[in-house]
C-alpha cells in the first residue's frame, strides 16, 4: 500500500493570545491508499482537531503533515481541493440549494471558471447519488431534509470530488443503524475499489472495529496507537483505551458487551440452542447468574429453569415441573416471585417457624 498521509512529531492545538493550546503532541503515523482509517477516542481527546489539522483547516503547533510525499503547507488550495474531500458533521447551514445540486458542487475544481457541468460530471454526480442511496432525494431542497439526510447528500459530494483522500468527522452521526452500517461499507468499499484513502473520526467503536482496516486510538492520557483492529485486540489497547465498569470486551470478536451485576445463581439446563443463549441473556439483565452445574447451595438447588429447545421454557420447583411458557418475557416476570417464595418457604423450614403458627 501506498503511503498517502504521513505525520511526523505532530503536535496539534490552538494558538491563543495566553500561548499555545496543546490538545495532542508528537503524534506520528501513516495512512496508505486503498484503506479505510478510523479514528476512535473518548470526547475531548482531540479527534475533530486532529482531522482539521490534517485537512490543512488549521495550522499544526509543531511537527509536520506530508500529503502525497510532500509538506501539507507547500499546496495551493486548489491542489488541495484535487486531493482531499472533506465531510464535516455542521452541514446546517446549506439552504435553497437541492441535493442535487450541492454534490454537483463537489465536481468544482474540474469545472473551470464558468462551474459548468460537461457530461461526464452530470454522469459522475448521477453516480454518486445512486452510490448513497439518495437518488429520490436529488431534487429536495436541503433544508427539508433531515440530518441523516444531508449527511448522505454531504458525503455523495465528498465522492464525486474524485481525490484520492476523503477526511469524513462523525460522517455516521445523524443516521440511523441500518444507514449507519450501509455507510461504514460503502465507505469500505470505496476504499478497496478505487484505491483511496478513507480517514473518519467516529463514535460507532462497535462498527469501526468489524469493518476498518487500521485504527487510531487517540487519548490525552495514552497518546495515539494506530493497528488493525485484530492486533489492538491482541496486545490489549483496545482494552486499556475502552474498557470500563460494566463492560466486558471480547478479543476474538473485538467487540464489547455489558457486564450486568447479579445477586442470585440459578441452574438452567439446555443445549447449545438459540432459546437457551438469549434465555440465559435474559436472566443475567434483571440480576440472575444462570449456572450449568449444581450450585454449592442447597437453598439454589430447589428451583431450576429448563430450556429443551423446543420453543419452550420451563421452571421446576423441588424436582417438579411447575410452569410451561413460550416467551421468556412470561419467564422472567414468574421465575423472581418463585425464587422469592422458595427461598422464604426454605428460611421458615429451616428455622422450624411453622409450630409456632
Known sequence: MDTTIELKNLTTGYRIKKGDKVIASKLNASIHSGEMTCLLGPNGAGKSTLLRTLAAFQPALDGTVAVMGQDICKYQSKELARLISVVL??????????AEEVVEMGRSPYTGFWGKLNEKDKIMVKKCLIWVGIEELAKRKMQTLSDGERQKVMIAKAIAQETPIIFLDEPTAYLDYPSKIAMMLLLHRLAKALKKTIFMSTHDLEHALQVADQVWLLDQKEGLTTGMPEDLSLDGSIERYFSKEGMT????SC?????HQTARQLIVEGGDTLEYSLCCKALKRNGIQPQSSQPASEEQALIKV???????????????ETIKTEKIAHLINMIVPTITKLQITAIREAANLDQYE
Open 255 to 259: 467487540s464489547f458487551s455489558i457486564s
Open 306 to 320: 429448563r430450556v429443551p429447545g423446543d420453543g419452550t421454557y420451563r421452571i421446576v420447583e423441588k424436582g417438579k
Open 249 to 252: 470486551f471480547d478479543r476474538e
Open 89 to 98: 458533521t455542521d452541514n446546517s447551514g446549506i439552504k435553497n440549494m437541492t
